[in-house]
């Protein structure tokens, strides 16, 4: 049985994190905040609406490493090269209009940038485009 008990700085902290909507860091922080409240992991599971599995992996990663055990890790594997090539061609592109290169396009749109990078000799799909710089921001 996993139990913890959340020392006051600590619980503020994640009582902040708990108030960012946006990401998952927000649940996994209630999560050790219920426990910190006496709740079991079966309680928590069923009250937040995850496996127990789960409860346990988010409780033991706040032990071993605090609140940053329970940020988002990068998914196992290695990272897409074309992704990587493309974001290092596109950030200083993007910074400029597409008529600086020969286009008569207002702004950039995924098929330009597509268009753009087969140009420098790179064949990537939209759908790469979009992650890549979704994922740099």
Known sequence: MI???VPFEQRQRLEQARRIRTSNLSERCLAVLL???GQ???VIAESIGRHE???RSWLKAYLR???????NTPPPGRTNRKEHEALMILQP???KHPSDYGYL???????LLVDYLSGQGLSVSESTVKRA???DG
């Not at 490493?65 to 940020?71: A, M, Y």
Request: proline share 3%; with cysteine; aromatic share 4%.
């Open 3 to 5: 139990r913890i008990q």
């Open 35 to 37: 426990s910190d409240c």
């Open 40 to 42: 079991s992991v079966p």
């Open 53 to 55: 599995h789960t409860i």
């Open 65 to 71: 490493e605090g609140i940053e055990g329970l940020k």
């Open 93 to 95: 592109v993007l910074t």
């Open 105 to 111: 396009e207002a702004g950039w749109s995924t098929n």
């Open 133 to 135: 710089l979704k994922r």
